[in-house]
């Protein structure tokens, strides 16, 4: 079974300032791992994904997260806010059995990222 | 297309009604996904196909929850005798490599 906890259902910064959110995952095969970026009224944008190959994953717009086995955790960090990053942000999960093929998705709660000006 | 498109983007239907959402993938994808997402929560998994071939369908709430994919191509999801409780978000993914792409989502209200 697969499953993922968002520790912060919102996070408020100042822009220019780093952002971290938050996540344990919990799997019991080799788990793949994303961040997923919601906009208002827009559809899920892939952020990064991490499938196994190097820990720390770099993803669009300046996001990057860090894949800890020991932690089971997978937060995403930015180092500098900007305005057009207040969205809602899913940490996802995807167990694979020994292959390669994908399945379901699980998704944590969500946490809602304010930027200040 | 450019992306995985969803229609229609919003539906209101009375109780009791059935309801059919479309979901056209990203050419060529494989794979092909439905998720429910309630207000305020993350998307919930509910079907998946390869190809024509419905793989899993465990997360399909009840009976009344249907889906299909005749021609590997488009896939329709059905709700028959909707209920309030069924009034959601539902989103369609397509993917080919093991990343799901998500189209716009279709806003399912029932009254």
């Known amino acids: 079974a697969q499953s993922v906890t968002q520790l912060d259902s919102h996070v408020s910064v100042s822009e220019g300032t780093p952002v971290l959110l938050r996540c344990n995952y919990s799997?019991?095969?080799?788990?793949?791992l994303f961040w997923y970026v919601q906009h208002p009224n827009k559809g899920l944008q892939l952020l990064l994904k991490?499938?196994?190959?190097?820990?720390l994953v770099k993803g669009i717009n300046g996001f990057e997260a860090e894949f800890k086995k020991s932690e089971t955790s997978f937060h995403l960090t930015k180092p500098s806010a900007h305005m057009s990053d207040a969205a809602e942000y899913f940490c996802?999960?995807?167990?694979?059995?020994?292959?390669?093929?994908?399945?379901?998705?699980?998704f944590g709660q969500g946490t809602i990222l304010t930027v200040h000006p | 297309g450019a992306g995985v498109s969803q229609s229609p983007r919003y539906k209101v239907t009375k109780r009791g009604q059935d309801v059919a959402l479309r979901c056209d993938p990203i050419?060529?994808?494989?794979?092909l996904y439905w998720y429910r997402q309630a207000l305020g929560q993350g998307p919930e998994f509910l079907t998946y196909?390869?190809?024509?071939?419905?793989?899993?369908k465990s997360g399909l709430p009840n009976d009344r929850f249907s889906a299909e994919r005749p021609e590997g191509s488009i896939s329709t999801l059905t709700i028959q005798r909707t209920e309030q409780r069924d009034s959601a978000m539902y989103r369609c993914?397509?993917?080919?490599?093991?990343?799901?792409?998500f189209g716009p989502g279709t806003r399912l209200l029932v009254l």
């Open positions: 993914a397509s993917s080919q490599g093991g990343t799901q792409y």
């Open positions: 799997s019991s095969y080799s788990p793949s």
């Open positions: 991490y499938t196994s190959a190097a820990t």
């Open positions: 996802v999960v995807s167990d694979t059995p020994g292959g390669t093929s994908y399945g379901k998705l699980t």
């Open positions: 050419s060529g994808h494989v794979s």
């Open positions: 196909f390869n190809y024509e071939a419905q793989q899993d």
